[in-house]
């Protein structure tokens, strides 16, 4: 018999790497196991508010993330049709000194690759792609994975960071993944491919009926990331054919002119059904949690998907860090302090996501409403950007 190891996280994505290297900071050796065979993002964005930046400062990966990242001047909101301006954030000092870090856009690749140099350098960490968990148990005072290769690992805490399709999450919850027909088709180009882009000032979001086309610059402001989801009319629970190339255009036909010519530039070769969940109060069975998408998926519609499982990250460790061996007192901790928090994000993804694809007269109204705000009017951002999980409630902290 092996003793159990004390942490084991399934799923090596943005969520499962950070919360590898909180929970080694927090004093915990952590395994990590990958199904895909070595660890790595898809080549598109990734937008992070300074609620997240907070966390990546405290995990010490902020400064190497940022040699990379783009620091936007302002998210604009555009009208897809009509292809005028309709509102924006200003994201400059005023931002900055509310929030007390920056707004950045970057490559999804360059923040894995920090945080995975980062879970490299730390001793306690180990790192194993290509292992698949098929199944989890808890066993009352340890938890078991069991993986395709028919292995088992046992552990004294069982990390869910398998993302939506999460397999940890059937042993909590028996729900799936929702669709309501949206489609994302995405990907970054070189820069110069752009004859006309927004500049690396500005992080553009599309909008109109049924759909929103995303553009931002990443990498040093080398490539240009461009994202445009729609409804497909053809989508059909349990059907794969649907949101096709064809449709893509058919439906960016009604596009201004420059969307339609930005569109033509885009990926084609993937395209990403989009699900959410609904939100669950309990996260977790005995000795076993969900973080990041695995306990909460979302709508990508505020860019919140990977900046809510980087909080998550540093609100488990902190709960483990301050008590101790009661790890199912931390378990409850972490769910107190996250599942109202992820919800509202959740809802509120839904939520804007159904104001963005208004068409008409409720289109107008929504573009008129938007219009009279001020670029620096920051009071619907604060609950997002504002929350500081090193200044959450109630977290005991650790005797000194
Ligand atoms: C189009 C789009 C745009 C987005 N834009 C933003 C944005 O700008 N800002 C933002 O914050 N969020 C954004 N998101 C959301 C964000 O991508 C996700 O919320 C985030 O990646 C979740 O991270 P995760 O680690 O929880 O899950 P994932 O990234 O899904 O990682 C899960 C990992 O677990 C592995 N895995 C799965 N099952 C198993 C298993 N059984 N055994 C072992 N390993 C397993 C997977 O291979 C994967 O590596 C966007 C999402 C989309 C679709």
Known sequence: MTAPIPALVVGGGIGGLSTA???????RAVHVVEKAPSFGEIGAGLQLGPNAL?????????????????????LVWMDAI?????????????FRERYGRPYIVMHRGDLLSALLEACRREPSITLEPGVEV???????????????????????LLVGADGLWSTVRRAISDDEPLCMGYVAYRGT???????????????????????????????????????????????RPGSDDWGTVEEL???????????????KLMWRDKRWPMFDRAPIARWSRGRIVLTGDAAHAMYQYIAQGACQAIEDALALARQVEAHGSDLPAAIAGFEAERVLRTARVQLTARAMGAFFHLDGVAAAVRNATMR???????SMLDWLYGYRVDRAEGVARPAS
């Not at 009509?82 to 200003?90: L, M, Q, S, Y």
């Not at 461009?226 to 497909?232: E, I, K, L, M």
């Not at 255009?249 to 569109?263: F, I, W």
């Open 21 to 27: 290297l909180a929970l080694s900071r927090a004093g």
């Open 54 to 74: 907070h966390v990546l400062a405290e995990l010490g990966v902020l400064d190497e993330i940022r040699k990379d990242a783009v620091h936007p001047r302002r």
């Open 82 to 94: 009509e292809g005028e301006r309709i509102t924006a954030v200003d994201l400059g000092d005023a």
């Open 134 to 156: 098929v199944a989890v148990e808890d066993l009352g005072d340890a938890a078991r994975a069991r993986c395709a290769d028919g292995r088992t690992i046992e552990t004294e």
């Open 189 to 235: 180009i070189p820069i110069e491919r752009m004859s006309r882009h927004a500049g690396l000032d500005n992080v553009v979001m599309w909008v109109g009926p049924d759909m929103h086309f995303v553009q931002y610059p990443v990498r040093r402001g080398e490539l240009y990331n461009q994202v445009a989801v729609f409804r497909s009319p053809r989508y």
């Open 249 to 263: 255009d058919a439906h960016y036909a009604q596009a201004c002119e420059y969307v339609r010519d930005c569109v």
């Open 372 to 378: 009279a705000r001020a670029e620096d009017d920051y």
